[in-house]
């Protein structure tokens, strides 16, 4: 039996139930800003082989809780394990993000994708069973996985890319091809989420790093929907016992906030491009929202940094019986931050967020 939870703030949020302030984490908050992470990493030789070793990702996942008053842990490990164990040929280039040896490129190639790759990703549910277990009940654990639209981009282009122009050709002269695979990782990407949740995940976000680039009928066609698929399916698959709260983030997707709502997802992450006050308008409470202060704001003063909490928890404003805000980054923390300011970031939404959940 795994202990109860000392804070289990993030998880009342996320269901919309009343908190005394508000819960707080921070994407990529195990990372390189952190030298003892860039200890481990250097120990572990390359960024996969910190990913493929349960102790070592467990340490890095439990690093920032050491330092931070954080309301939760996420999972170390990266969007592309998916893509990985499917036999493309990750690697990492230093300083020029991930690289396919062999990108998707025809129907042949997306046809002969496997599809049963759960026992080559044994390790991350293994990682997740550990930090469940180093935790003790401090906080819950986040698992996660990349939107099947994300995971696509990268499995065509072959390499990060600015212009998407490998996959955009792909989508607008062979939507045929690209809709299959689409499926195939949303059926894939749910799998590997329940495992992650059944392995001890007691929230999961999805994160669609590249939704914002398609336009509006694309994103509904070629992301939005296979999200959907994704979330019935993981639904599906867990019992009423083993369901957990699920977050939406679309980066550059705030046109499409009431969709995500009604997607079937828990909360919907917001980046700074939206005004959360206005998100929580739109949305009418039907779901929780998450973040989204500009992670550039950590460059600032810790005054800068306090005033800018401030704005973004008065914007969500006062909460009712049926809201929920998870304060976090529009998107992940940079490796240029000094630690201390993402302390002054988590003691500011200590500090002043209670106010805005007091009854009276």
């Not at 230093?94 to 049963?116: M, Q």
């Not at 992650?196 to 976000?205: D, E, N, P, T, Y």
């Amino acid at each position: 039996m795994s202990p109860a939870l000392e804070n289990d703030l993030l998880l009342r949020a996320l269901r919309r139930e009343p908190v005394p302030r508000t819960p707080v984490w921070i994407m990529r908050q195990a990372g390189r800003y952190l030298p003892e992470y860039r200890a481990v990493r250097e120990q572990a030789g390359d960024f996969m082989s910190l990913c493929q070793n349960p102790e070592r990702a467990c340490e890095v996942t439990l690093q920032p809780l050491a330092r931070f008053s954080l309301d939760a842990a996420i999972l170390f490990s990266d969007i592309l394990t998916i893509p990985d164990a499917m036999g493309l040929g990750l690697s990492f280039a230093e300083g020029e993000g991930p690289r396919f040896a062999r990108p998707l490129r025809d129907a042949a190639a997306i046809d002969a994708l496997p599809t049963s790759v759960l026992d080559d990703l044994a390790y991350v549910f293994d990682a997740v069973s550990l930090i469940r277990r180093e935790l003790h009940g401090r906080v819950p654990l986040i698992g996660f996985a990349g939107s099947p639209w994300t995971l696509a981009t990268y499995m065509v282009e072959g390499r990060s890319t600015r212009d998407f122009f490998v996959i955009k050709k792909m989508l607008y002269t062979q939507p045929e091809i690209l809709h299959r695979l689409l499926d195939k990782l949303s059926s894939v990407t749910a799998d590997y989420l329940v495992q992650q949740v059944r392995s001890g995940a007691q929230a999961l976000q999805v994160f669609d790093t590249w939704g914002g680039v398609l336009s509006d009928a694309a994103y509904q066609s070629f992301s939005l929907v296979y999200m959907q698929k994704l979330l019935a399916r993981l639904h599906a698959a867990l019992d009423e016992q083993e369901q957990v709260p699920v977050i939406l983030f679309t980066k550059g997707g705030g046109g499409w906030l009431e969709k995500l709502a009604e997607s079937g997802c828990s909360a919907v992450g917001c980046d700074w491009s939206v005004d959360l006050g206005s998100a929580r308008q739109r949305i009418f409470d039907s779901v929780a929202l998450q973040g989204n202060m500009d992670p550039a704001v950590l460059r600032a003063s810790p005054a800068s940094i306090e005033a800018e909490v401030q704005r973004i928890l008065a914007s969500y404003g006062k909460h009712t019986a049926r809201s929920g805000h998870v304060f976090n980054l529009g998107h992940g923390i940079t490796p240029d931050i000094d630690p201390e300011n993402v302390s002054a970031l988590v003691e500011a939404v200590h500090k002043h967020s209670p106010a805005y959940h007091a009854t009276t």
